[in-house]
């Protein structure tokens, strides 16, 4: 079974996963239980998906905020671009490149 359609199965039957450092955090019903063991097998090639699926997401759900006022590690800024990395303008005129998507936050 492929790394794609193991965390497909888990959460077809309900389950959730949750990456928390190096390691997963999970909920599997018991009748999924063969997932576990599959799980456990490919740990290290989850949390690597699990983790680019999440980037995708941050990235996905940044771009509707392009133009508009954010936050990042840097200070307060516009969102100039979202692409591989994400661009943010600050007051002063510079750009700062954020290869985390899940470091810049939209002002509400």
Known sequence: MSVIELVEAILAVGG????????????????AALLLAELRVQKLD????????????????????????????????????VDDEVIVGLANGTRKYCSDPLEVVPYA
């Not at 959730?16 to 009748?31: A, F, K, N, S």
Request: aromatic residues 10%; charged residues 30%.
């Open 16 to 31: 959730d996963l949750l990456v928390d450092g190096d390691c997963i955090r999970y909920r599997i019903p018991t009748r």
């Open 46 to 81: 989850v949390i690597e998906h699990l983790r680019e699926r999440e980037r995708r997401n941050a990235l996905a759900y940044l771009r509707q905020f392009l133009g508009k006022q954010v936050w990042s590690r840097y200070g307060s800024g516009t969102l100039l671009a």
